[in-house]
């Protein structure tokens, strides 16, 4: 069964700090990488992708990528209580090439 | 922008009813999905498609069927509903295989009593 774990959180943080999402993934073989952000009462969103190891910045968002550790992350700069949200990693890497997700972290930014 | 639309935003229904919840996107996508999302347990694939009359089994699709019989609408049906289908469906599609940048529905909050 290919897994993709997350920490539930609640992750609070203030209002300027960096937060920090993490996540791993037990498929070696995956290949794509995303985050998604999903407001209390919505739908997720996608906020982020990456596919080669290292750093993908875009604004205050930087998505981290290792695929020798499984691990892939997502920092949030200059965090803002707009932030508050549910973060939801998913890898590509179900039997037909579907998404796995994580079952997300909690972001609380206090003002 | 891509609209994906769910029928209904609340639903309540009863034990061993039969339950459809319809989906339609405007963007000529390809590929459509249901999920289901519960407390603790995240985001579950129930059931996907990749073209018109086209269906594959996800991750539970134990007590659901599904049907498209066209390309904009993709049906999920609950055959006789059950107290532990009650959760928030949600539908998705992407424009083309590899179900990378999903569009999600509203999603439908189903109570089966």
């Known amino acids: 069964q290919k897994e993709v774990e997350q920490n539930s959180g609640p992750l609070s943080v203030p209002e300027g700090a960096i937060a920090s999402l993490n996540c791993t993934y037990s498929?070696?073989?995956?290949?794509?990488f995303f985050w998604y952000r999903q407001y209390s009462g919505k739908s997720p969103e996608l906020i982020m992708s990456i596919y080669s190891n290292g750093d993908k910045e875009d604004g205050r968002f930087t998505a981290q990528l290792n695929k020798a550790s499984q691990y892939v992350s997502l920092l949030i700069r200059d965090s803002q209580p707009s932030d508050s949200a549910t973060y939801l990693c998913?890898?590509?890497?179900?039997?037909?090439?579907?998404?796995?997700f994580g079952k997300g972290t909690k972001l609380s930014v206090k003002p | 922008d891509v609209k994906v639309t769910q029928s209904s935003r609340y639903l309540v229904k009863r034990t061993g009813e039969k339950v459809f919840l319809e989906c339609v996107q405007d963007m000529d996508h390809e590929n459509m999905f249901w999920y289901r999302q519960d407390p603790g347990l995240g985001l579950r694939l129930i059931y996907f498609?990749?073209?018109?009359?086209?269906?594959e089994k996800g991750d539970i699709p134990e007590g659901y069927s599904v049907s498209r019989e066209k390309k904009e609408r993709f049906s999920l049906i609950l055959e006789s509903a059950s107290t532990n289908q009650t959760s928030m469906y949600l539908c998705?599609?992407?424009?083309?295989?590899?179900?990378?940048?999903?569009?999600f529905g509203s999603g439908t909050q189903l109570s089966v009593l």
């Open positions: 498929d070696r073989g995956s290949q794509s």
């Open positions: 498609s990749y073209d018109v009359k086209m269906k």
């Open positions: 998913a890898v590509k890497g179900g039997s037909q090439g579907n998404l796995i």
């Open positions: 998705a599609s992407t424009l083309g295989q590899g179900s990378e940048k999903l569009f």
